[in-house]
């Protein structure tokens, strides 16, 4: 295992050149991994973090594929530091270059882990989502992303943000990615023979060129779409954010305390006006 210079595209925490054969699968460094420090992308806690002396349980999977040479472990992702903000912007470990356009922030949190598959680095990553962290840098990166149901993969020594909403889930570049993600994430995991075609569209105010690609592609791939409405949809979300900036700050309160000066500022920030 080798760590990765912050002179180098900062994709990567640390990386892995192990031979094997089976998909190449990158962790975010959120997730506890045998014999390597969790950082949690922050100096923070990377200045103080020890190699971990267990895998996180969310990693059996992953582990059991290795041993039976059917999957490759290739590195550590870097990510939006203590995965608390959407740019994947990330001032101590650098910030991953977007595959699409360099001129574009990758999407956070799981920034690191977007690009690592976009940029054809790993065929597979593990991310994590609490209010967006999986879904947005796979947008912004062009690849997929799921969000898991709350509770379906242990959290368990992974660096929480907020407990209650915090969720494990794949990215790939395409749904069969998906597919081979949640096997190793949830070994004996299958997909239904016939999946749903009806999905439900909610229409947010957004640029009309999205709105319009969004309702090209749900025609492309031949849903039939149910328009879908939230009453005060607005409002929703402000609690919701509420709420996560609430569980954020009783997480890294005592991290904010004792090394704020080790805190990028646009994270610091938005804890301090979420305490």
């Known amino acids: 295992m080798s760590p990765v210079s ?16 089976g998909p190449r699968v990158a962790v975010k460094d959120l997730i506890d991994m045998a014999g390597l420090p969790t950082t949690a992308g922050s ?17 059996a999977g992953l582990r059991e594929a290795q041993r039976r040479g059917a999957a490759r472990f290739v590195g550590k992702t ?3 530091e203590l995965a608390y903000g959407v740019t994947g912007i990330n001032a101590a470990f650098g910030t991953p270059v977007n595959p699409l356009d360099p001129r574009r922030v990758p999407g956070g949190s799981s920034s690191g882990s977007a690009v690592a598959v976009g940029a054809g680095e790993a065929d597979v990553a593990f991310g994590t989502d609490t209010g967006g962290s999986i879904r947005i840098p796979a947008a912004c990166c ?14 368990e020594d992974v660096h929480p943000l907020a407990p209650a909403l915090d969720t494990i889930g794949p990215m790939a570049r395409d749904i069969s990615g998906l597919v081979t993600g949640m096997a190793l994430l949830e070994p004996g995991f299958t997909i239904a023979a016939e999946a749903p075609r009806t999905v439900g569209r909610l229409a947010i105010d957004a640029d009309p060129k999205i709105d319009a690609a969004i309702d090209s592609a749900l025609r492309t791939a031949g849903f039939d779409v149910q328009p879908v409405s ?21 997480t890294n309160a005592d991290l904010v305390r004792t090394s704020a000066d080790l805190i990028g500022a646009d994270v610091l920030d938005r804890l301090r006006r979420s305490s």
């Not at 062009?142 to 959290?155: C, E, N, P, Q």
């Open 78 to 80: 870097n990510l939006h």
């Open 230 to 250: 939230i009453p005060d949809v607005d409002a929703v979300i402000a609690a919701s954010l509420t709420v996560l900036g609430a569980a954020a700050w009783a």
């Open 6 to 21: 912050l002179a180098d595209v900062a994709t990567w925490i640390s990386t892995d050149s192990q031979p094997g054969s």
């Open 43 to 59: 100096r923070a806690i990377a200045e103080r973090a020890a190699p971990a002396t267990h895998d996180a349980p969310c990693l």
């Open 142 to 155: 062009g690849i997929a992303g799921l969000k898991t149901t709350w509770g379906r993969v242990s959290l």
